[in-house]
């Protein structure tokens, strides 16, 4: 998970270099680095963040050719010498990968029988030396036949690019299971691994597929397979905005995103909802009503975050359409030779759209006739790419490592999927028209919701020094628990569980006392009286209750036994039950990001995470 930018054109590259590691600073935050051609290659590199390295790069700069690199680390510890770009012994060849050579090692020392001496202890300096070697033992010192004859010789996965100190009229790029994608400028060319490095700059821009390389210019591109064979690219229009980028005034990415939920939403479902009829459309589906008709189970793979929305959405599907529905952990998908039937449909759901676990989970599925539809955000990523189909979900480029208006968006996909196929089975007309009315009325819930911002922030103060935290749900609000877990841990390193409120008799409940918040997503629903029998157990034992629930008249007897029960109340709309995950996660989103705001962590670049995770 690391972020490549390049450029070649008519102007000075650094300052568009660093601005485009800048917005790449997501995938990754160790180390970073610019290589800079014009008679030679010049080469900055330095830890931590890019802030660092733009401390060191001269300014006035001239240089119309570079690369550059934001390091995630897989081999080699974090240090100026590991980091990327990555030159030659003669430093006449610069690289910048992402992705693991895996026959380095083999590769290391045959280079180094050769004479080749190494100053960092990563996988892609061997790269380097083996262009530096290739070039020199070819008869024709040809950048682009040494640049394949290097390519064939490595195994395992890359977004490549690297430039000659000999040949500055060109970059060479390669792809092979890391995402990279070329910005067509005027007189001017950007290489980058994903479109927001050069969003502004240019809204034109050609998505490259594994095992395609690209030879590009200032005012041109070739593209072949590694056959040699060339390729036909399409030219695609960027569809996110140069602005949404910016933090508009926010401190930090996390908090814009989950103030752009209400807006994240209503693009989710815009043009999708068929309110005469009661139902939904979701064209990109690429099924006729028939074989949505034939559909006897769906299969939802994903990690994260995004796993956390197929298990809400698997409850909404079983509860709305009565479809068997089941979740998978890609990581462990994908190594379990699957058992693929036929009737079921499977989603790859992704806000990246490159998760390797994901995406290596949705071909096994292809590879044995299954057929897999993208959930995904990023517009051209490689898994709507490569699936039989899909829906985007809309969200805007979603910068924070921690996924927020994401997740909610595809919550917002999954159930118009749901409505869409109860309408094509026993769902009402008017049980369809209320769901959709539901629907429409999110945006203004959660407005209302971040409207009460400022108290939970506050509950946020008296709970930021909590060493554990536990958060219970039952049924659809269990999967909100894990998502506000694991929102809380990888924003402020506090350990946090998310626990079915049914199971804290089985253990969980030995670690409360009365150091321990616990927070309970309780909204009235058929759960509603055993998660209220769970809040009198953790009471009784001292712990911390806080409690996320649907709005109650305040002087019913619901109120008064949440009330009686919970230290602090976070309350929000009432809706319809199979649409209530979409709302009880708002107060856990701000609850974390508040608490690691006032813990002082880094909250848009949290310490060993990466926004993609594109190695296995
Ligand atoms: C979520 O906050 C995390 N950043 C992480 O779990 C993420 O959801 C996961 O890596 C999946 O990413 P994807 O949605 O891009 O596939």
């Not at 394949?148 to 195994?155: I, Q």
């Not at 921690?402 to 159930?415: P, R, W």
């Not at 929102?487 to 253990?507: C, F, N, R, T």
């Not at 209530?580 to 310490?607: F, H, M, N």
Request: hydrophobic share 40%; glycine share 8%; with cysteine.
């Amino acid at each position: 998970m690391c972020g490549i930018v390049g450029y070649i054109g008519d102007r000075p590259a650094a300052g568009l270099l660093l601005e485009g590691l800048k917005r790449l600073e997501y995938r990754g935050y160790d180390s970073s680095g610019v290589a800079l051609l014009d008679d030679r290659i010049t080469c900055y590199k330095r830890v931590g963040r890019i802030a660092n390295l733009a401390g060191i790069v001269p300014h006035g700069l001239t240089q119309t050719v570079g690369i550059a690199h934001t390091r995630w680390a897989t081999h080699g510890g974090v240090s100026d010498a590991n980091a990327h770009p990555h030159l030659s012994r003669n430093k006449k060849f610069a690289i910048v990968h992402n992705g693991i050579i895996e026959n380095y090692i083999y590769l290391k020392n045959m280079l180094a029988k050769a004479g080749f001496a190494f100053s960092s202890q990563t996988d892609s300096e061997v790269i380097a030396h083996l262009l530096e070697k290739n070039y020199e033992e070819s008869q024709t010192h040809d950048f682009e036949e040494a640049f394949n004859t290097t390519l064939r010789m490595l195994e395992g996965t890359y977004g490549l690019v690297a430039m000659s100190a000999d040949h500055p009229d060109c970059l060479m790029v390669a792809r092979k299971g890391s995402p990279l994608v070329l910005g067509i400028g005027s007189n001017e060319m950007f290489v980058a691994s994903d479109v927001s490095a050069f969003l502004g700059h240019t809204d034109s821009v050609v998505y490259l597929d594994d095992y395609e390389i690209a030879k590009v210019t200032s005012s041109s591109f070739q593209t072949k397979d590694f056959r040699n064979e060339p390729t036909e690219k399409a030219v695609s229009k960027i569809e996110w905005q140069p602005d949404s980028l910016d933090l508009n005034g926010f401190p930090h990415y996390m908090l814009k995103e989950i103030f752009e939920q209400p807006e994240s939403i209503e693009r989710g479902f815009a043009g999708r909802i068929v309110e005469t009829m009661g139902t939904t459309k979701l064209g990109g589906l690429n099924l006729t009503p028939a074989e949505l008709f034939n559909i006897k189970r769906v299969c939802i793979i994903a990690c994260g975050t995004s796993y956390h929305a197929g298990l809400v959405g698997a409850y909404i599907i079983e509860e709305l359409a009565r479809i068997p529905t089941r979740v998978e952990v890609a990581s462990e998908y994908k190594s379990k030779n699957p058992i693929i039937e036929a009737g079921t449909l499977y989603f790859a759901v992704s806000q990246s759209g490159e998760t390797i676990d994901t995406l290596l989970s949705m071909r096994e599925i292809q590879r044995k006739g299954g057929k897999v539809l993208g959930i995904c955000n990023v517009v051209g990523s490689t898994i709507p790419r490569e699936s039989d189909g899909g829906v985007y979900v809309h969200s805007g480029p979603e910068i924070a490592v921690a996924s927020t208006k994401a997740f909610t968006s595809q919550l917002i996909v999954l159930t118009l999927f749901a409505v869409m196929m109860a309408r094509m089975k026993d769902m009402s007309l008017n049980t369809g028209k209320r769901l959709i009315s539901d629907i429409k009325k999110i945006p203004e819930c959660i407005r209302n919701i971040l409207g009460h911002a400022a108290h939970i922030e506050s509950i946020a103060g008296k709970l930021k020094d909590a060493k554990y935290f536990m958060f219970l749900g039952r049924g659809i609000s269990y999967p909100v628990a894990l998502e506000g877990a694991l929102k809380l841990k990888e924003v402020s390193y506090i350990l946090s569980e998310g626990i079915p409120a049914g199971e804290i008799k089985h253990g969980p409940i030995a670690l409360i006392d009365k150091t321990t918040p616990v927070i309970f997503i309780i909204p009235k629903d058929d759960q509603f009286d055993k998660t209220l029998s769970n809040m009198q157990e953790v009471r009784s034992r001292g712990g911390i209750i806080i409690t996320i629930h649907t709005e109650c008249p305040a002087d019913s007897a619901d109120y008064d036994k949440l009330k009686s029960l919970s230290d602090y109340m976070i309350c929000v709309p009432a809706i319809d039950p199979s649409l209530t995950p979409l709302l009880t996660i708002i107060p856990l989103q701000l609850l974390s990001y508040y608490i690691a705001r006032d813990r002082g962590c880094d909250i848009d670049k949290p310490r060993n995470l990466a926004k993609s995770v594109t190695v296995e």
